[in-house]
């Protein structure tokens, strides 16, 4: 926002928005840094019993007794039993019954199975269904010969449905679309599941085309259920290319091995993405490609010892499967200064080198990345990135103020540079620039913020006391 | 705030009734399966459970040990399982793992489903496929509503917002009705419903006939009226930064189930602790709908106004000093800690905020905004994706110059899409497939240009043949006229006149006066014209689907139609809600929101990574 920059204050000075900025910060902090102090300074009479009327938390910051703490713990408990062999192997001992039937309890139905259960004297016999709970009538209902508006309604309901009765094509659809004008998600997917057991596949999804309500549920149930093969099937029966090359793409993600992803990306080539995704897809491969080459030489590198950057800022993580940018930042992390360098520098790589190299704090490479000559020989640095910009990233890595100063001072907006030298403390630069403004008053002000007896200090004095200075205040 | 509230602000009904009930209800589906039961939650049930029972609850009804659903094998010993899930097939394939894991190590038990707030039949399918139904019985447990304040009732269904508009999926209609409906019957009759969306129709449909169904017992209004809106009507105010109080904790320490985790940053102690936020917190209660820039003025005044309380005590003789200790001392501690919280966090806020430019942010939003300086803009997230600042926050920004300016230019979406895809990935692809299904991150088609065009033309001819083309054209553009929709509704304010955030003149000051947010302006449109009237150019450049409906004749004009009942369906930002408590404060309304969850910028664009399913 290049342009803008210049207005920036001004936005934020004059617009119906001033009554707020987050740059007030200083300020603002301090004052609230006070009120802190003030608090925690009132009575000591807090100090002595100040725990009591809080909840009671444990070590995690959970209150004890609540139910996420609970199952922490119990987590907790069980990390050891955790490592036990995935699904228990066959034991001989018999499960002991649950033993306390105390308590109060509004059903009384499972404690009879006990009884008879022991009186029967295998435990292994399982008496209790929970059907026999269930009021005679919900038997009945089951077995009863409803109507197709009466079976979604009672699918609406979450009641017992039989669906078996419904064989014809018309009525199928009839149930279908019954299900979709009552907008209930839940029974259109019931008769979804119902039809797709009992019509073929050429069949269904012809049908489906013209109804895209019950359409979209389709493909969301095949989504839940993992049901890929069918859905893609589906897709392509639709004639919808794009989407099922970008769920055929997807499944790169469960493939671990970088070798094999690196195949399954270039065998998606071939697929007929929608837009430019068919480039995106290409560089994803081609990055991958390169990745895989980089972390086999750097591997090594790295294990070999030889080369001194890996030692002194080992590799956090493998670049595998990173972006394109974190590629490129890595690589002017550690392969700068190699011969294989790119022609064009688009800003997206400047800003990308730029942070690289001012995190190894190699303010050579920094400035050499801003130096151009022009045709007369001289060099005059230049940037495809505001110099705000370069400032805020190279203080973002902390950079000393002997660099920062230098980019400070080429901000080409006043008041933005004098913001920027303020709050990097640049006082050359914030003096100077008061100076080419001619204006008194705001040196005078700033007098007071530099240290007392300071160079700093005697500058402004002596510019102060110059006589030939034209002040415009 | 600085205005004093109506005086005949309206009493809301007691929400807690819904806690009692469903709390109840749990204790009751615990009883049908009698001795000791280990029960196994699901993660995102445990905050809301949490909020209505305790450990002790269900150890009282012979819960053994409570473990965290984890899609692994399960080292319980019990031999009686019981589930407490939301109904989601996957997590029903893993229960027919357990089952037939120990099936085939001869081991038996009892097997129960609890899914709530309702069972699907897909979920039961799973069960049959798995050759499990029979050995699993289920149930339901009713938990619809979850009152996290004595304003806000919340689904917990986060999901909603993607089953629904993205997927298209309307599983939860049915159940977004049958809360309604239990309001409706706790609370009502209500005597008139508004709504704008899709899904808000078939809502109140779907609610309506559960009505006729059940039997409605006559009883006095504490709610009169309720207002639908689906979150697809205004995507742009859930994409805005938020600046007030509330909505920055949520913003950034992310507020669950109406409690939030302050890390050692704020607590200044090596361990985090989880405060509750709520009307009970008195201090929070005052601030919580503030502008930030209020806040710290706000909390330095408490701050006075403790130590000259404090300061009473000295030269008091001791029976003084005995009633202030015994009266006054407990409250003024309270008072203290959390003032002492509230301090820290903003200024954990205030850290946070300055490190990230938040400055240039909230100028570039304003400048979407209102129309102004888009290249600028264009930049700005441009250089914000180079250097990689967080990809959720690129991304919004990327769904609200889209939003707001109806599509990105060919030219720029190409470029902008393949700079995100270098710097986050290139499985982003399948993201911006999501958004774009969506409406939330669109490339302008050639055609839709005439859309601009046409909707000038919309108000010089407004004949059949207008609407026809209309219609033809918002199916290809779907959503978000916004330029056309601000002017209208005057959405932005005149950016000459000053704004006050200390005397708000309107809900524009949850965006520091920038903008009203359109869900809000909309409620407040409708309440205002008691229905559509002179919103037809609106609900147009909306897309439609609203409606009005009477009711129950409201026998007089009670308190009850005071309080409105506004439900979102896909979710509500705490900004909203802040804007809507300050819209009662101004009308004399008492407004409740019901939401299908609470949500933000970032929980908005999470739901449609894919990096789930």
Known sequence: ?473 | MAHSARRDSPELPDLSLLKRLVRDQLIYLLEQLPGKKDLFIDSDLMSPLDRIANVSTLKQHEVDKLYKVEHKPIVSISDQICFLIRPRMQTVKWICDVVNADKAAGKFRRYKIIFTPQKFYACEAVLEEQGVFGDVTTDEWAFYLLPLDEDIISLELPEFFRDNFLAGDQRWVRTAGSALHLLHSLFGPFSKVYGIGRCSKMTYESWREQVEQGEQKARHAEIGNVFLIDRDVDFVTPLCSQVVYEGLVDDIFRIKCGCVEFGPEVTSSDKSIKVMLNSQDKVFNEIRNEHFSNVFGFLSQKARNLQTAYDKRRGMDIQQMKTFVSEELKGLKQEHRLLSLHISASESIMKKKTKQDFQELLKTEHCLLEGFEIRECISFIEEHINRQVSMIESLRLLCLLSVTENGLLPKDFKSLKAQYLQSYGADHLLTFSNLRQLGLLVEQQPGETLTVMESKVGKLVNDRTAVKLTDAFSSLAKKSHFRALSKKLNLVPKSDEEYDLRVPRDMAYIFSGAYIPLSCKIIEQVLERDGWTGLEEVTRLINGHEFAVTGADPKSKSDAQRIILVMFLGGCTFSEISALRFLGKERGYKFIVVTTAITNSSRLLEALLDNNV
Request: charged share 30%.
């Open chain 1, 1 to 473: 926002m290049m342009k803008s920059k210049a207005d920036e204050e001004d936005y934020w000075n004059s617009s119906k928005y001033n009554a707020f900025t987050f740059d007030d910060a200083d300020d603002e902090l301090s004052a609230l840094k006070e009120t802190k102090k003030a608090v925690n300074s009132i009575g000591p009479l807090l100090a002595e019993d100040g725990e009591e009327d809080w909840e009671r938390v444990s070590w995690s910051g959970e209150p004890v007794g609540s139910i996420s703490w609970s199952v922490k713990e119990m987590a907790a408990s069980n990390q050891r039993a955790d490592r036990e062999p995935a699904f228990p192997k066959i034991s001989t001992e018999t499960p002991s019954l649950g033993k306390s039937q105390s308590g109060i309890s509004l059903s009384s139905l499972f404690k009879g199975e006990t009884v008879i259960r022991s009186l029967l004297g295998d435990p292994s016999l399982r008496l209790y269904t929970p059907e026999l709970r269930k009021p005679k009538s919900e038997y009945k209902d089951l077995v009863s010969d409803w109507s197709a508006e009466e079976t979604v309604q009672r699918l609406q309901q979450g009641k017992g449905v039989t669906l078996e009765k419904f064989r014809s094509l018309q009525d199928k659809l009839l149930l279908l679309d019954l299900a979709v004008a009552a907008h209930d998600g839940n029974a259109i997917t019931a008769v979804l599941i119902y039809l797709k057991r009992t019509l073929c596949k050429e069949v269904l999804f012809r049908e489906l085309e013209s109804r895209q309500t019950a359409l979209r549920h389709f493909i969301h149930y095949l989504t839940e259920n993992r049901e890929q093969r069918l859905l893609l099937e589906l897709l392509r029966a639709l004639g919808r290319t794009e989407e099922a090359a970008l769920l055929q793409y997807k499944d790169y993600k469960n493939i671990a091995d970088e070798n094999k992803r690196r195949d399954f990306l270039k065998s998606c080539l071939s697929l007929q993405f929608g837009g430019e995704d068919g480039n995106h897809v290409q560089d994803h491969y081609t990055l991958l490609e390169r990745q895989i080459i980089i972390e086999a030489a750097d591997r090594k590198a790295e294990r070999e010892g030889k080369l001194e950057v890996f030692q002194k800022f080992p590799r956090k993580a493998s670049i595998l499967n990173m972006p394109l940018i974190t590629t490129l930042y890595y690589c002017c992390f550690y392969h700068y200064n190699e011969p294989e360098q790119p022609a064009q520098r688009p800003k997206q790589y400047f800003t990308t080198a730029l942070a690289a190299r001012a995190k190894l704090k190699n303010w050579t490479d920094v400035d050499a990345m801003f130096n151009s000559r022009n045709w007369l020989g001289f060099s005059k640095k230049k940037s495809p990135l505001s110099f705000q910009r370069v400032v805020d990233i190279l203080q973002k890595n902390s950079a000393p103020t002997r660099v920062l100063q230098e980019y400070v001072g080429l901000v080409s907006d006043a008041e933005l540079r004098i913001g920027l030298a303020q709050k990097h403390k640049c006082h050359d630069i914030v003096i100077n620039t008061y100076r080419d403004m001619k204006d008194r008053q705001q040196l005078a002000e700033y007098r007071k913020k530099v240290e007392r007896g300071s160079a700093e200090e005697r500058k402004i004095d002596e510019l102060l006391s110059n006589q030939q200075i034209r002040w415009k205040n």
